[in-house]
């Protein structure tokens, strides 16, 4: 079983949309969860940290957190074209490594 | 974010050869340093965890005495790729986190884009 799990992709939604994103991960015990975007050649930038049971918003991003599920999203309004890129979903585990999902390209398009 | 540093961006090496790639936190002290690899179009595999003046925590199935990581201070750690070959050609990425930051953000550098000939 993954560490982490995401949906490849490709997702593709419409400029103004709403971009849903979705992740489990394995280890129960896990405390922190983090999403990232990586643009094609480029290095993953932090985008949402959350830690705790809810939604957590940021500007037009909202990460949702459910412990019990195992369950963490990433919500994205009004959706951009510069938005497009690929999401990696993170997880750190009781430990000190952070492990990640394989990413969800997404496409917005215009 | 805090500013991590990854140098070079790219290299082209001869198989058979060495290269080390250097990461450096600029504006923080990074008690912790990761080591990915990516591979065209996967997700980020780490290789190992170093921490400050320890030895570094492979990944089960990396070879640690072909990927050698030097953590001895606290702004800088080096991956070695000795002996490369062509399959060793990746996009090689370091994160780090550490004091000055939150308790758990890690931040990554530029990457390094290794191609062994």
């Known amino acids: 079983q993954k560490e982490v799990e995401q949906n490849s992709g490709p997702l593709s939604v419409p400029e103004g949309a709403i971009a849903s994103l979705n992740c489990t991960y394995s280890?129960?015990?896990?405390?922190?969860f983090f999403w990232y975007r990586q643009y094609s050649g480029k290095s993953p930038e932090l985008i949402m940290s959350i830690y705790s049971n809810g939604d957590k918003e940021d500007g037009r991003f909202t990460a949702q957190l459910n412990k019990a599920s195992q369950y963490v999203s990433l919500l994205i309004r009004d959706s951009q074209p510069s938005d497009s890129a690929t999401y990696l979903c993170a997880v750190k585990k009781t430990g000190n490594q952070f492990y990640f999902g394989t990413g969800t390209s997404l496409t917005v398009i215009p | 974010g805090a500013v991590v540093s990854q140098h070079p961006s790219r290299v082209i090496c001869k198989s058979g050869t060495s290269v080390k790639i250097e990461c450096r936190s600029l504006?923080?002290?990074?008690?912790?340093m990761f080591w990915y690899r990516q591979f065209p179009k996967k997700s980020l595999m780490l290789m190992a965890t170093s921490n400050e003046g320890s030895k570094a925590t492979y990944e089960q199935g990396v070879e640690k005495d072909k990927f050698l990581i030097n953590h001895a201070s606290l702004t800088l750690s080096t991956l070695t790729v000795t002996s490369a070959h062509p399959e060793d050609s990746s996009f090689y990425i370091c994160?780090?986190?550490?004091?000055?930051?939150?308790?758990?953000?890690?931040?990554f550098g530029q990457g390094t884009r290794l191609t062994v000939v």
């Open positions: 504006d923080f002290q990074a008690t912790t």
């Open positions: 280890d129960r015990g896990s405390q922190s």
């Open positions: 994160s780090a986190r550490g004091l000055g930051l939150t308790n758990t953000e890690a931040f």
